[in-house]
């Protein structure tokens, strides 16, 4: 079975610049998650969304930042324009249970986006 | 506010030196400990799950267990396959509706030959 796919990989660009990240979840995984995580630091969520509804996006700094899961599959998140605070890897997660229902709520993590602003 | 902390930062044992990683945790109303491997250039790779205060989950050379205010991962004749970041998180219960998980800051495990 595949895994969380992310892309790109790796992505420079200078500030005030926009950028974008790609997810595809684990197939018929309803719930996924975007993070930010810090050199040496954990994981710290970004925004949450069950099926296609964002329904935790408390931590996502509105004014440069957006993400949209269209058709509840895959996401994208955007930054624009980009700071150079926003060097950071962008993890995305899935896992197969909503708040609604019995699904298990273990998390499966992509490999990231390294993003570095110059 | 959920919080987790883990000690010690950084770790190094020499092959086959046991040792034990710890996790602190204060959450209003625990739904489950999950431990995660992270290695360098990599995302988060799942481990664990841990429920209820006395559970203990084995894999290999890793065992997890948990209290209710904090968890070990025991790591027993460590190789050095096994040096990686290891993370700890917490998810609180499932009507509080805080579904995302509150991490440390993760232990680095370096294991010498």
């Known amino acids: 079975e595949a895994g969380v796919v992310q892309s790109p990989r790796y992505k420079i660009i200078e500030k005030k610049q926009p950028v974008a990240f790609w997810c595809n979840p684990i197939?018929?995984?309803?719930?996924l998650y975007w993070y930010l995580q810090n050199l040496g630091q954990g994981p710290e969520l970004l925004i949450r969304?069950?099926?296609?509804?964002?329904?935790?996006d408390s931590q996502l700094p509105k004014d440069r930042f957006s993400a949209e899961r269209l058709k509840g599959v895959d996401s994208t998140l955007k930054i624009q324009p980009a700071e150079l605070g926003d060097s950071a890897v962008y993890l995305c997660?899935?896992?197969?249970?909503?708040?609604?229902?019995?699904?298990?709520?273990?998390?499966?993590f992509g490999p990231g986006t390294r993003l570095t602003v110059l | 506010e959920d919080q987790v902390t883990q000690s010690p930062e950084a770790l190094r044992l020499q092959e086959g030196e046991s040792s034990s990683l710890n996790c602190s945790y204060t959450?209003?109303?625990?739904?489950?400990l999950f431990w995660y491997r992270q290695d360098p250039g990599k995302g988060p790779e799942f481990l664990f799950t841990l429920y209820s205060a006395g559970e203990e989950k084995e894999k290999e050379r890793l065992k997890a267990t948990l209290t209710k205010k904090e968890s070990f991962l025991h790591i027993t004749a460590p190789k050095p396959e096994d040096s990686a970041t290891y993370l700890c998180a917490v998810q609180a219960r499932r009507d509080t509706g805080r579904r995302a998980l509150t991490f440390g800051s993760g232990t680095r495990l370096q294991v010498q030959p």
């Open positions: 197939s018929g995984h309803n719930t």
């Open positions: 959450v209003s109303g625990l739904r489950g």
């Open positions: 997660a899935s896992s197969q249970g909503t708040s609604g229902s019995l699904g298990t709520d273990t998390q499966y």
């Open positions: 969304y069950e099926n296609e509804e964002a329904v935790d």
